[in-house]
């Protein structure tokens, strides 16, 4: 598929009927459009089966919890449509986003209680997120934005409207030739990437920030997993930005990252080693199995 997003062939689910491409369309008065009332899913199908499908789904819920309302259709009714749209695709591969959101309704300010929920599913296929990165390692800027606290909004949800500084970061990334950028949080600690968490290792064993004001990504606890499966040792931990020069190995995970190894932050560079290897094939075989 190429070009615009809007201007494909294809099907999108929506609002519980599939609707040509082009058709999937919203007015320019949605609520979410104007104060971020939306909620989303990043998901990847591989071997036509989306992986942590139902997880994913139960997370959207729990979103839209955080920001105050409730879809319509359950985990399980999203799941299917979510297996629909590949199939009315035709994807066996693919990238999945299911997206919901405060649509136009009475209501134009700030409260939106009386508009309705809409939700909407759709797939495309996506190759590597940090393009050749997977290779060679990607370079990643660090960025002047800074996660912010939960008492000032709801972190743990993956909300449409926490990512206006991830988009910032990464263009201003982007304009030095990185691939990313690393975020510290409020406190100033290793907090992660744009979208995707942060592993480092050092001595043979794993860090990496504890999610306490950011989300703890379904691959993150699927990688975290799978080392410990391995025997090996993972500190889940605050982390200063003083450790990241001695720390040897790095890799970003994220649904559409994948595992991804990371070269250089900054001015500090890593090793594509073994276990960066060795866990990002690990995954591979899982998520393909």
Not at 85 to 93: C, D, H, S, Y
Not at 222 to 243: A, C, M, Q, Y
Not at 255 to 283: H, K, M, N
């Amino acid at each position: 598929m190429e070009g615009a997003y809007d201007n494909r062939d294809g099907k999108i689910w929506m609002d519980g009927q599939m609707v040509e491409w082009r058709d999937a369309q919203v007015h320019v008065l949605t609520h979410a459009l104007h104060y971020a009332s939306s909620v989303f899913e990043g998901e990847r199908a591989y071997n036509g089966k989306i992986f942590l499908s139902h997880e994913h789904s139960k997370r959207l819920h729990f979103s839209a919890g955080q920001l105050d309302f409730e879809i319509p259709w359950t985990a399980e009714e999203i799941d299917a449509a979510k297996d629909a749209v590949l199939k009315a695709n035709g994807f066996t591969n693919a990238y999945v986003r299911a997206v919901a959101w405060r649509g136009a309704g009475p209501d134009m300010g700030v409260a939106s209680k009386r508009n309705p929920v809409r939700l909407s599913i759709a797939a495309w296929e996506w190759g590597n997120y940090y393009g050749d990165a997977k290779m060679k390692g990607a370079k990643l800027d660090i960025a002047k934005w800074k996660r912010p606290s939960p008492e000032t909004e709801p972190s743990f949800a993956k909300a449409a409207g926490l990512y206006m500084i991830c988009t910032m970061a990464k263009h201003a990334a982007e304009a030095k030739g990185c691939s990313d950028a690393m975020m510290f949080d409020y406190r100033g600690y290793v907090a992660e990437a744009t979208g995707a968490n942060i592993f480092f290792v050092k001595d043979g064993e794993v860090h990496t920030p504890l999610p306490d004001c950011f989300l703890n990504g379904l691959t993150r606890q699927t990688v975290i997993k799978l080392l410990k499966e391995k025997g090996v040792t993972v500190h889940e931990r605050h982390i200063e930005p003083g450790e990241l020069e001695g720390f040897e190995q790095c890799w970003l995970t994220g649904t559409a990252a994948e595992i991804t190894p990371v070269g250089q932050i900054g001015d500090y560079t890593f090793e594509v080693g073994a276990l960066t290897r060795d866990i990002s094939e690990t995954y591979e075989k899982l998520v393909r199995a």
